[in-house]
Nanobody, 123 residues
Framework: VQLQASGGGLVQAGGSLRLSCVSRGRTVSNNAVGWFRQPPGQEREFVSTISWNGASTNYAESVKGRFTVSRDRGKNTVYLQMNSLKPEDTAVYYC?????????????????WGQGTQVTVSS
């Protein structure tokens, strides 16, 4: 299975972007999907996760109240709506399919990774 994240770009602080994650080759509709990001010069970190049916979500403290994760199982797509963006949100964003129906915050719980998409927030 291959996951492809898209929707990144350059935006001013306070702006919004919506990232999409599409799985190809095999559906991940029965798996949790997570979003992670890697800021410049830093380690990759957890952002958000959504359960297989969308009923359970979790967020990093740094994005709570600003980011919203959702999924459309019919389209095999997971979204990350990012509002009130800050310069510190600048990073390469990755989506990943979890090993089970409910994902956690650890990268080790995810085994399907896609190419990332760059998000740059200017001040």
């Amino acid at each position: 299975v291959q996951l492809q994240a898209s929707g990144g770009g350059l935006v001013q602080a306070g702006g919004s972007l919506r990232l999409s994650c599409v799985s190809r080759g095999r559906t991940v509709s029965n798996n949790a999907v997570g979003w992670f990001r890697q800021p410049p010069g830093q380690e990759r970190e957890f952002v958000s996760t959504i359960s297989w049916n969308g009923a359970s979500t979790n967020y990093a403290e740094s994005v709570k109240g600003r980011f919203t994760v959702s999924r459309d199982r019919g389209k095999n797509t997971v979204y990350l709506q990012m509002n009130s963006l800050k310069p510190e949100d600048t990073a390469v964003y990755y989506c990943a399919g979890a090993r089970s129906s409910y994902g956690g915050t650890s990268q080790s719980g995810y085994n399907f990774w896609g190419q990332g998409t760059q998000v740059t927030v200017s001040s």
